[in-house]
């Protein structure tokens, strides 16, 4: 009887331990190759930096697909970058041309002063950022904060 309890816990010991990790078996490529090609994914961004890496990120996904859905929803100090940085339009109708979806914050907005006619004409607004980013989650969006 103890003979079979050691073999049965050595057993059990062994397969714990020899269970592989499936991500580290990956390569890079596989894993960013995992990325499906009618996802959804949604970034959420607090300045300009990470807005023009956010869209950058969308053009290229975006580019391997186009019924990919991505969508950048725009916080804090961005707010007032995206109206204010004339630098950004570019960006933003690089966006528009791709089809990434800009949606700012509208708290955001007011903390910053500004209006949405301050704003491209293809950048839509919610009343809070955050709730976006949660309702996008409970439509199956992936999404990641920056």
């Not at 949606?103 to 907005?109: D, I, L, Q």
Request: proline residues 2%; glycine residues 6%; neutral net charge.
């Amino acid at each position: 009887m103890r003979h079979q309890f050691l073999l049965i816990l050595f057993v059990f010991v062994g397969s714990v331990l020899y269970t592989p990790a499936t991500a580290q078996s990956l390569s890079v490529t596989d894993i960013e190759n995992s990325v499906k090609t009618d996802g959804k994914y949604a970034i959420l961004v607090p300045n300009a930096r990470y807005f023009q890496a956010a869209v950058m990120t969308g053009k290229e996904l975006k580019g391997k697909n186009l019924q990919m859905s991505f969508e950048i929803v725009i916080i804090s100090a961005a707010a007032k970058d995206l109206a204010a940085d004339k630098s950004l339009t570019s960006f933003i109708e690089m966006s528009e041309k791709i089809g990434v979806r800009i949606v700012v914050c509208e708290s955001a907005m007011k903390h910053f002063d500004v209006k949405k006619s301050d704003y491209h004409r293809s950048i839509e607004t919610t009343p809070d950022g955050f709730a976006y980013i949660f309702g996008l989650q409970e439509n199956g969006y992936k999404t990641i904060t920056l």
